[in-house]
């Protein structure tokens, strides 16, 4: 079992920052990748970024490229997304995840953080 619980999410104007924080818990935090997805409202869940459980080797969608950056503390069992230069069409709830057997598909995932920018 792994819990995870985000942070860090809030309401910021446009071109504003935020980093995000997911902290782990259960199983050894180096072990598995994590991801982060959001969810706006009326729309599908969407992948946003990926991490290797050593931290190297990451992996964004193409509209968050340059703009955010995921990391990991392996030894604070956290993981981050730092958001810069956000757009309105970020705002959704964003939701870290593990992929603890490493098949690209996530086990588990947080309770989501809602992040809102307005213009």
């Known amino acids: 079992q792994v819990q995870l619980v985000e942070s860090g999410g809030g309401l910021v104007q446009a071109g504003d920052s935020l980093r995000l924080s997911c902290a782990a818990s259960?199983?050894?935090?180096?072990?598995?990748?994590m991801g982060w997805f959001r969810q706006a409202p009326g729309k599908e869940r969407e992948f946003v970024a990926r991490?290797?459980?050593?931290?190297?080797?990451?992996y964004y969608r193409d509209s968050v490229k340059g703009r955010f950056t995921i990391s990991r503390d392996n030894a604070k069992n956290t993981v981050y997304l730092q958001m810069n230069s956000l757009k309105p069409e970020d705002t959704a709830v964003y939701y870290c995840?593990?992929?603890?057997?490493?098949?690209?598909?996530?086990?588990?995932w947080g309770q989501g953080t809602q992040v809102t920018v307005s213009s």
């Open positions: 259960g199983r050894t935090f180096s072990s598995y990748a």
């Open positions: 991490i290797h459980r050593s931290g190297v080797g990451t």
């Open positions: 995840a593990a992929d603890v057997d490493y098949t690209g598909a996530y086990d588990y």
